[in-house]
């Protein structure tokens, strides 16, 4: 079986196959340009991906020395117990352009077995050659993360990711493509130290004029660790309209709920839409900036009574790649963008309306997916929110936001002896609000408050399946106010587990 070029030994067989492969690959990256309606390549790369190695089966079960495609189609229905017959039937499925037939064989192989490097490198084909390129970049970059990988497939496998972008970008610029569509769920335990966020204050200094006066709070104020759970689901859309027109679509609900009370359960959900044009997917379109504009509706109710919606406008302009800060050059970085705009909320607290706002500010990002594997994203926003009502506590709010992700690979990261503990995603973010006016003259006189909030996040992420995810991690957030009922901290552990398809 054509995966046993990974074992020790082997090495430069496996070298070889994948050689191979990224001949076909680049080959697939042109005929792309020429696929039939399905999605299915045209015959052009078939000659390359046949010529790669593909040692005969093992053992003398549903194993045929040197056996052709046609054999084992007439097999398959005896062998869907046989990772290693059905990697070698997706091998040849994908061989002669029959990628959506091999996907199916690759993707049980792999639930079998999922330890098959060969057909790992087989089913991000297949992704390929139907046209998911966001799934097969992903897989490849999971096989560079892995440690039992020869050092000699790594240049091999980051020429595949660069090639895959440049076919992600063919691909954009094509007429009648179909809409292409994602789905994520997840379901996350863990312990904190306040799951509730409750401020830790068994008494309250209320500031009467010439008489302050002690307030005794009830036990909800002070801070109980606890386990909590949290679940998810999202359905993501991109519809390419030609002409450098994408429209993106997003849904997604999230539930959360504590053992300390019932009032901690909360839900939440999200619709977005954005249409931006000028551009194709990462990388370099067809023009140098692209204008993108959105729509996104929030809601949130608790079991506390809390009921919020905010519907929000945005508006603005994306540029190609930004590395060393270099904005518009002749050759920008194939997988970075950077984008400036301008973003409008309404907010309403429907369950208090005097705390309701409108908000106007401006925003920037940064993101870029090396090819080596992992990504930045940095995010900054800062603006006013203004009280519809004057009564409001504390007037007009100025706000600010920043936030820093960066993922990497195993291979990139893990000191000697945790190559497999999986790729570490580490997430930093920081907020700040400044009121106009004295929140309350029961509270401090009247001072003008001030709330900080910082958090941050390190999480492990290992690979089950192709389609499967462990998380483990810790988040730490902590909320500095100079008015002490709006200081808290959290912290704690968490295990959560992930698919996407």
């Not at 042109?30 to 010529?51: E, F, K």
């Not at 390129?133 to 440690?147: I, K, V």
């Not at 904190?192 to 302050?212: D, H, Q, R, V, Y």
């Amino acid at each position: 079986m054509r995966n046993s070029a990974y074992r020790p030994g082997d090495t430069f067989a496996a070298f070889m196959r994948a050689a191979a492969l990224v001949v076909a690959w680049v080959g697939a990256s042109c005929a792309a340009l020429a696929a039939t309606p399905d999605g299915h390549a045209l015959p052009s790369q078939d000659a390359a991906v046949a010529g790669a190695a593909s040692p005969a089966l093992p053992g003398p079960s549903c194993a045929v020395l040197s056996a052709t495609l046609d054999t084992l189609l007439a097999q398959a229905a005896h062998c869907q117990t046989n990772a290693e017959f059905l990697a070698q039937l997706g091998y040849l499925l994908n061989s002669q352009g029959r990628y959506t037939e091999a996907l199916d064989h690759l993707e049980r192989a792999l639930m079998l077995d999922p330890g098959l490097k060969g057909a790992q490198i087989d089913y991000a084909v297949a992704l390929a050659g139907v046209g998911d390129y966001a799934s097969a970049l992903r897989l490849l970059q999971g096989l560079l993360a892995d440690p039992a990988l020869p050092s000699g497939l790594v240049p091999v496998l980051q020429l595949q990711i660069e090639a895959l972008s440049v076919s992600m970008n063919a691909r954009a610029a094509l007429p009648n493509k179909r809409l292409q569509v994602r789905g994520t769920a997840g379901i996350q335990v863990g312990y904190a130290t306040n799951p509730l966020g409750s401020p830790n204050l068994s008494s309250l200094i209320l500031t009467i004029p010439g008489l302050p006066v002690e307030l005794p709070l009830e036990g909800s104020y002070l801070a109980r660790p606890g386990s909590y759970g949290r679940a998810d689901a999202s359905l993501s859309m991109r519809h390419d309209a030609g002409a450098d027109v994408l429209y993106d679509f997003f849904g997604g609900v999230q539930g959360f709920r504590s053992v300390l009370a019932e009032s901690s359960r909360s839900e939440q959900a999200e619709f977005a839409v954005e249409r931006i044009a000028g551009t194709n997917s990462l990388g370099n379109g067809s023009a140098k900036a692209a204008f993108y504009q959105g729509l996104s509706i929030f809601g949130l109710r608790t079991a506390a009574g809390v009921r919020y919606q905010s519907q929000i406008i945005t508006a603005g302009i994306e540029l190609p790649g930004l590395t060393g800060w270099q904005m518009f050059s002749a050759t920008p970085a194939p997988n970075c963008r950077s984008r400036l705009g301008i973003e409008a909320f309404n907010r309403e607290m429907t369950s208090n309306r005097l705390l309701s706002g409108l908000y106007g500010g401006v925003s920037a990002q940064w993101r870029c997916y090396p090819a080596q594997g992992g990504y930045w994203q940095l995010g900054a926003l800062a603006g006013r929110d203004h009280g519809k009502q004057e009564a409001r506590p504390g007037g007009d709010q100025f706000q600010y936001a920043a936030r820093l992700s960066r993922l990497w690979l195993n291979r990139q990261w893990a000191p000697a002896g945790l190559e497999r503990a999986g790729n570490l995603l580490v997430v930093a973010a920081v907020t700040g609000t400044q009121d106009t006016t004295g929140y309350s003259p029961l509270l401090d006189y009247g001072r003008v408050r001030q709330i900080r909030q910082f958090n941050v996040r390190a999480e492990i992420q290992q690979q089950l399946t192709p389609h499967w995810q462990l998380l483990w991690g810790v988040d730490w957030f902590q909320q500095h106010a100079n008015l002490r009922l709006f200081t808290f901290a959290n912290a704690g552990p968490y295990v959560a587990l992930r698919t996407a398809w």
